[in-house]
């Protein structure tokens, strides 16, 4: 069953406080990493998978596409998008990412953003974007990152102090569902092992081009929300390139 969590008001409201839904992506702490994986987008056809307010579609206009298509399932999102966000160049859909379907060879860049965590069966997705994308074509997404995702925890452990002591990796070779608390409400997320992801890309025809941990950027880590995130990963970067024949 495909989740529509975001368009639970209550869940929604907490997701818009949040600094990266108010400030965009330059409030995101992986996105002075994510942005150098990014190709020239100069004349191409762009999906976004999972395209949330649409701050990646807007960028990716804003640098030279001819043409961007944006999905999410949430129709709470795609309104912000359709507001803050909005370009005659960009067209937003609201459909899961499971349910799309375009014809071969449609797209020069494929691009998502902590999207993929939430998709049950990754190697069939990238399978159909295998297709999707032009011979060359460039696939760039971030997730949560194995280590994080492996416990289902997403939590540190603390001391009865409530002082932080480190953070949970469990279960890691088990690959599958995984029920966390996100933004206080019970949500279902999916963990992958590293190999997992970069198997996935492989047998499907991809060239992998990068791979990056992403650390905050120095003027971020001592904001509140970001002073513990040199401990552990919490994200991947991936980009690769669609070699079929």
């Not at 032009?134 to 603390?158: A, R």
Request: net charge neutral; proline share 4%; charged share 25%.
């Amino acid at each position: 069953m495909k989740q529509n969590k975001y368009d639970n008001e209550r869940f929604f409201k907490n997701y818009a406080s949040m600094s990266r839904s108010q400030k965009g992506l330059k409030a995101a702490g992986e996105w002075s990493e994510l942005e150098k994986l990014l190709p020239n987008f100069q004349d191409k056809k762009v999906l976004d998978l999972g395209c949330g307010y649409g701050w990646h579609c807007k960028y990716v206009v804003n640098h030279g596409a001819k043409e961007v298509v944006g999905i999410d399932l949430s129709h709470k999102m795609l309104e912000v998008a359709l507001d803050i966000n909005n370009d005659k160049k960009i067209t937003y859909q609201q459909s899961a990412i499971e349910d799309i379907n375009f014809p071969a060879d449609t797209f020069d860049v494929v691009f998502s953003s902590l999207a993929f965590h939430y998709i049950s069966n990754f190697e069939d997705l990238v399978c159909k974007i295998s297709k999707w994308l032009k011979k060359n074509g460039e696939f760039i997404f971030s997730v949560e990152h194995p280590l994080y995702t492996s416990s289902g925890k997403q939590d540190w452990c603390y001391d009865a102090e409530g002082k932080i002591l480190h953070f949970p990796v469990d279960n890691y070779y088990y690959e599958g569902k995984r029920e966390v608390n996100f933004l206080g409400e019970p949500i279902i997320k999916y963990h992958r092992t590293l190999t997992g992801y970069i198997n996935s890309l492989l047998s499907s025809g991809f060239e992998l081009t990068n791979l990056i941990e992403p650390k905050p950027p120095i003027e971020m880590r001592e904001l509140e929300e970001m002073k513990n995130e040199m401990r552990r990963p919490m994200m991947l970067l991936i980009s690769a390139r669609n070699k079929k024949s």
